[in-house]
């Protein structure tokens, strides 16, 4: 047939269906949208599989993200695949293309592990997990506060950071309302257990 006049036409068709729990009709729309092009419809669909719990494989999803590069969601999503893959260094060049939260915080912990700092290229090894850690916990995301809090509460001479206590722990506190480790360790701290 020929193609809609109006991008991404399918995507939000698709989108319509899912809402209405026609699973059927969404995957087949955003399945023509895909065939025309539709970014959105890619990105849509790959939602769809992780919503719905679809058996695909890594490289299916990676193929899905890929036609959506536009997409931050994409972006980060790659970022996930690819670590699955343990192909660090495209892992970590899809986060860097990101700079979302999600996708700072996880370049920290790439950055902060030996195990996975070794394996990275050069131009990466030079990103301050500080800096991406503060970036992230001051907008507000949880895991990067409580990872932040973590390594002011217990650093030791020539770590990352000199020990705070105290703004490591008030960093945890930010976080425990949204994030369960966080609530566990400040538990942990203020009461022993």
Known sequence: GKEPLIKPLYAHIGYCYEERSDKELAKNNYQLGIQYNETLAALRMAWYIRENKISATTKEMIELYEKAPNYYASMDSLGVEYGR???????????????????????????LDTST????????????????????????????QYYLGLLYYYAKDGEVVQQNKEKGLELMKKASSKYTPAKTMVRKINYGY
Not at 85 to 111: D, H, T
Not at 117 to 140: C, F, H, I, N, S
């Open 85 to 111: 893959l343990g192909r660090l260094n495209e892992s970590y060049k899809w986060y860097r293309e990101s700079q979302r939260n999600f996708s700072k915080y996880n370049m920290a912990v790439y950055l």
């Open 117 to 144: 700092y070794t394996q990275l290229a050069e131009e990466y090894r030079t990103d301050d997990p500080v800096k991406l850690l503060t970036e992230a916990a001051d907008d507000g995301y949880a895991p990067a």
